[in-house]
Nanobody, 115 residues
Framework: QVQLVESGGGEVQAGGSLTLSCKAS????????MGWYRQAPGNQRELVAA???????NYGDSVKGRFTISRNNAKNTVDLQMNDLEPEDTAVYYC?????????WGQGTQVTVSS
């Protein structure tokens, strides 16, 4: 069964940290580009960070220097370490997997940053 399952969301105060994790199953994980996207109410879904099969990374401008994406091909997981969180980071965060032929999404996990 193809599945992306996120965990690690929650509520934190501004300046705090959270780590999101996504566990993939049913796919050849090592060939996929893995990413994290987020969507706040009334906004479009936007890229937060992505990491290719070769471990090249790309970040959205608003999170550069604060967030770090990493992957573990042995465990089929991709993590998003989020530091110095701001209220503007509040959103539902979605795990994404893409191999050029298909795109997969997780169910999302809520991150709430209070001021």
């Amino acid at each position: 069964q193809v599945q992306l399952v996120e965990s690690g969301g929650g509520e934190v105060q501004a300046g705090g940290s959270l780590t999101l994790s996504c566990k993939a199953s049913g796919i050849a994980f090592n060939i996929y580009t893995m990413g994290w996207y987020r969507q706040a109410p009334g906004n479009q879904r936007e890229l937060v960070a992505a990491i290719t099969s070769g471990a090249l990374t790309n970040y959205g401008d608003s999170v550069k220097g604060r967030f770090t994406i990493s992957r573990n091909n042995a465990k089929n997981t991709v993590d998003l370490q989020m530091n110095d969180l701001e209220p503007e980071d509040t959103a539902v965060y979605y795990c994404n997997a893409a191999d050029g032929l298909r795109t997969l999404w997780g169910q999302g996990t809520q991150v709430t940053v209070s001021s």
